[in-house]
C-alpha cells in the first residue's frame, strides 16, 4: 500500500490555557487512528504524518471529529500534502533567504495563512478593500503570504478577519514553522 505524507495544521489548541492537547497525547491519536510516521512540531498543532488516504478533505474531517470525540471541542484542520508545503516554501514573495536559511532575522515579520479553500475573486476583492496598515500581503492560491511589518500580534491581517473577508476556514504559521514543516515533510 502506497501512502503520502501530509501535515495537518490545527487551529486554536494550547492558546491561553484554552483548549489543550499534548503533543504526546496527539501523537498517539494519530496513531490510533492509523496514521503512521507521526510527528509533531511545537505546541500551536502542527503534525506530519503519512497515509494511503488520498482526499485531504477526508482526512481533515477524520481528525476534527477525534479530536471532538476526545476532546469536546471543534477544532479547525487544515491538511496539505509534502509538495504543497514545498510550492509555499518556495513561493514566498517577501522572502529573501535560501529555503535552507530560517534562521536569519528578517524572517520575524513573516507569516503564512493556510486556506480551506481557494477564495473567489470576489471574496479576495473583499479583502483588497480592507485598509491592512502597513502590512503587505499576497494570496496565492490557497495561501495568504504576510509581511508584518509591526509583527504578527498588531496586524490587522488575522485569521478572523481573513475568514470573514475570505468566508474560509484559515490558520496561520510564522515562517519559521512553515520552514520546519516542509523540512520534516523531506
Not at 76 to 85: D, F, L, Y
Request: proline share 2%; aromatic share 10%; glycine share 6%.
Amino acid at each position: 500500500m502506497t501512502t503520502t505524507k501530509y501535515t495537518a495544521i490545527l487551529r486554536g489548541i494550547n492558546v491561553g490555557g484554552r483548549r489543550k492537547i499534548r503533543m504526546a497525547d496527539l501523537r498517539k491519536l494519530f496513531i490510533e487512528w492509523g496514521y503512521s510516521n507521526v510527528a509533531t512540531y511545537i505546541q500551536s498543532g502542527n503534525v506530519v504524518f503519512e497515509t494511503a488516504i488520498t482526499d485531504k478533505m477526508t482526512i481533515a474531517s477524520h481528525i476534527k471529529e477525534g479530536i471532538r470525540q476526545q476532546y469536546s471541542f471543534d477544532v479547525p484542520v487544515i491538511v496539505r500534502t509534502a509538495a504543497e508545503m514545498e510550492a509555499v516554501a518556495q513561493n514566498n514573495p517577501f522572502f529573501e533567504g535560501t529555503t535552507n536559511d530560517y534562521q536569519i532575522a528578517d524572517i520575524k515579520p513573516l507569516h503564512v495563512t493556510f486556506l480551506q479553500t481557494v477564495p473567489t475573486d470576489e471574496q479576495i476583492a473583499q479583502l483588497a478593500a480592507f485598509d491592512v496598515g502597513n502590512d503587505e500581503y499576497a494570496i496565492v492560491g490557497t495561501a495568504v503570504f504576510i509581511r508584518c511589518k509591526g509583527g504578527y500580534s498588531k496586524t490587522k491581517l488575522t485569521n478572523q478577519l481573513l475568514e470573514r473577508k475570505l468566508k474560509v476556514s484559515a490558520t496561520t504559521r510564522n515562517w519559521k514553522t512553515v520552514l520546519k514543516l516542509w523540512t520534516m515533510l523531506q
